[in-house]
């Protein structure tokens, strides 16, 4: 793919599209008939190319931004239970306070990963409405998946990620009630 020019998935996308909009041109016998001013089959304005290529590139990063956050909570329950141990003998005022940011850090980073899950519906609903638009021979080409719902894609692993946060704060918490 590199010798083709991209660097990435919605590179890739951009570029299929244009490849078969340049064949769509150079077979008179394509073009979409839907009064989009004469567009050939495979041809988008450059206007929603930009936004489809920058949906994929917002995609991207949220989901990269959700693994960020599962790091760096775990890494905060991790420099929580650091703490209580480098203390030695922690008095109970001070157990309560490392188990009251226990709890801040888990529902901070409860939030964000639900935050950019719903953030990441809404991209994927807005692609699919862009891709809702190209005909069918540009969805083949493409291998354009319709999803029953967007939401839902991604969710597991948005689980997973609680589920790492959550235990973690409970092996965290036992450990420090135990001190």
């Known amino acids: 793919m590199t010798r083709l020019g991209a660097r990435n998935a919605s590179e890739i996308v951009i570029l299929a599209i244009r490849i078969v909009g340049t064949l769509g041109a150079l077979d008179g016998t394509l073009s979409r008939g839907n009064g989009r001013r004469g567009l050939a089959v495979g041809e ?29 909570m775990l890494l905060l329950l991790g420099a929580l239970l650091g703490v209580g141990i480098a203390l030695k003998s922690i008095t109970s005022f001070e157990r309560h306070v490392l ?41 083949i080409l ?15 692993f948005t ?19 135990r001190l």
């Open 142 to 156: 493409l291998e354009v998946k319709e999803y029953k719902s967007p939401g839902l894609r991604g969710l597991p």
């Open 159 to 177: 689980a997973m990620m609680l589920t790492a946060i959550t235990v973690a704060a409970i092996v965290v918490g036992y450990a420090l009630w």
């Open 44 to 72: 988008i304005s450059k206007a929603v190319e930009a936004v489809y290529g920058v949906l994929f590139d917002e995609l991207k990063f949220a989901k990269r931004q959700q693994w960020t956050v599962t790091n760096y």
């Open 99 to 139: 188990w009251i940011i226990e709890v801040f850090v888990v529902g901070a980073g409860a939030y964000f990963l639900i935050d950019l899950q719903r953030y990441m519906k809404e991209l994927r609903e807005r692609i699919q409405s862009i891709e809702s638009s190209f005909d069918e021979a540009d969805r």
